[in-house]
């Protein structure tokens, strides 16, 4: 059996990742107030919380971890300057800091226990193409968490420790729902050739591939799921 940790798996991507791995073969603990384990990564800790509880419930043992967990909210530069700072620091605690922690513990659970594992992390469209004026911080998390994971993929595929990214863009999740609204839907939607946003289940199939299929030689590689409306 395949035991997997997967963060934020409420709703959205993260409840559609959770039930694509779900097979007869894996083990899945979710994280999230109606998926599993609650924690608050705003919290310092609570990301170790997670991975001891998570470990516990897995029986020692955690093959793949899934890092989802994220928030997306606006920050525009005309706010007070601590109000500025407590949104950027918020934001880069759940996105990315907490991300590195669970990274951390994961990389040292498999060294300790002489075994490979693979890590997922979902990052954004945002890492390379940016984002709007009020989430600079957004954007600067998720291209953190892509040079992350290509620093984890180089540092330990010599011990079968492999690492992937994915990122998608607008996905019909109530974060982009807004989001999208708010920014006039059309306009930013003729931005996309493909015509539409990606949809939560086409993003898991990729997130299952990464966590159960992908050959090791693709450790390190970042897979984009935009529509084609930023072409690497």
């Not at 607008?170 to 050739?193: C, Q, W």
């Not at 693709?218 to 072409?231: C, E, H, I, P, Q």
Request: charged share 20%.
């Amino acid at each position: 059996m395949t035991n997997i940790l997967i963060t934020g798996s409420s709703r959205g991507i993260g409840a559609a990742i959770i039930a694509a791995l779900d097979t007869p073969r894996t083990n899945v603990i979710g994280h999230g107030t109606a998926s599993g384990i609650a924690c608050d990564f705003s919290e310092p800790g609570s990301a170790q919380d997670l991975w001891v509880q998570a470990i516990d419930q897995l029986g020692g043992k955690i093959d793949v971890l899934v890092n989802n967990a994220g928030i997306f909210d606006a920050a525009p530069i005309d706010l007070d300057d601590d109000a500025w700072l407590a949104a950027w620091e918020r934001t880069m605690r759940i996105n990315l800091t907490a991300s590195a922690e669970l990274c951390r513990l994961a990389v040292k659970h498999w060294q300790d226990r002489g075994s490979g594992g693979r890590i997922v992390n979902i990052a954004s469209r945002a890492a390379y193409r940016g984002d709007s004026p009020a989430h600079w911080h957004y954007a600067a998390s998720k291209a953190g968490m892509v040079a992350m994971t290509k620093t984890i993929a180089r540092g330990y595929a010599k011990n079968g420790i492999l690492a992937f990214a994915i990122c998608p863009g607008f996905t019909m999740t109530g974060m982009a729902e807004d989001y999208l609204e708010s920014r006039g839907g059309d306009k930013l939607l003729a931005d996309i050739p493909l015509g539409r946003v990606a949809m939560p289940d086409e993003i898991a199939t990729i997130a299952k591939f990464c966590a159960l299929e992908a050959p090791a030689s693709m450790t390190g590689a970042v897979l984009d799921a935009n529509g084609a409306s930023y072409v690497r």
